[in-house]
């Protein structure tokens, strides 16, 4: 529909911007973010007045589209960038909630289509991993993130700033309930020449799944 296509377009546009880890842009970026940012709140307000003759599901979804729209584009127009990125994951978090749960061909191309329009090879490794990981490719994300730290693709400032570590845990351990694989992967990346403050964590970490590696767990990927 002309008001979802909309939305998609600006989503292809900002995602970028919502997966980099510096706030600092030109006052052109700035503006051009924000016009996009506005057409997600105008065109997600028009869906939500549509899904009030669709089905419940449709109508939660579209309700919470609007919020999550809305608050992006006054925290951003406020000078709030980094909580408008947190508004902004959630407007994709809600697109791929609704389209990931349905399967019809157009649902199962939405996906694909979105990580071929926002040309997932240009971006940089943790970039990619977040956006796997957004998308609900747990498994390729979980690989993205392992190939990082094993080679040693992050820098310290990212290691010691952007919790990359947290967020493979995140979803290697509370997503896939996956505690051995999680062990391996900070054992391995301990032998690494790093900060001895990361050495530190790697060690508390590991101990603490080391504790739980025969849990099983309990609930489904969502």
């Known amino acids: 529909r002309p008001h979802m296509q909309s939305v998609y377009q600006s989503l292809t546009k900002i995602l970028g911007f919502a997966l980099k880890e510096s706030d600092s ?40 589209l ?20 947190f508004y902004l994951s959630d407007v994709v978090n809600t697109c791929f909630g609704c389209h990931t749960s349905r399967s019809s061909p157009a649902d199962s191309r939405f996906s694909l289509n979105f990580e071929k329009d926002i040309h997932l090879d240009s971006l940089d490794p943790l970039a990619r991993a977040r956006f796997l990981a957004l998308s609900r490719q747990f498994d390729e994300s979980l690989s ?14 990212q290691l010691l700033n952007f919790d990359p570590i947290v967020e493979y ?5 509370r997503v896939k309930h996956d ?7 900070l054992s391995a990346f301990g032998k690494m020449p790093l900060p001895e403050i990361i050495k530190a964590d790697l060690v508390l970490w590991t101990k603490a799944l080391q504790s739980h590696a025969d849990d099983k767990g309990k609930g489904n990927e969502l």
């Open 25 to 64: 842009m030109s006052s052109k970026e700035f503006n051009a973010i924000e016009e996009q940012l506005l057409n997600l709140s105008e065109q997600s307000k028009a869906i939500r007045r549509l899904a009030k003759d669709s089905d419940r599901g449709h109508e939660f979804l579209a309700s919470e």
């Open 144 to 157: 993205e993130y392992e190939k990082m730290f094993l080679s040693q693709g992050l820098s310290e400032d």
């Open 179 to 185: 505690v051995k694989r999680a062990i391996k992967t």
């Open 169 to 173: 845990l995140l979803i290697a351990v």
């Open 66 to 85: 609007e919020k999550n729209a809305g608050l992006a584009h006054s925290k951003f127009k406020a000078g709030y960038p980094a909580q408008a990125k």
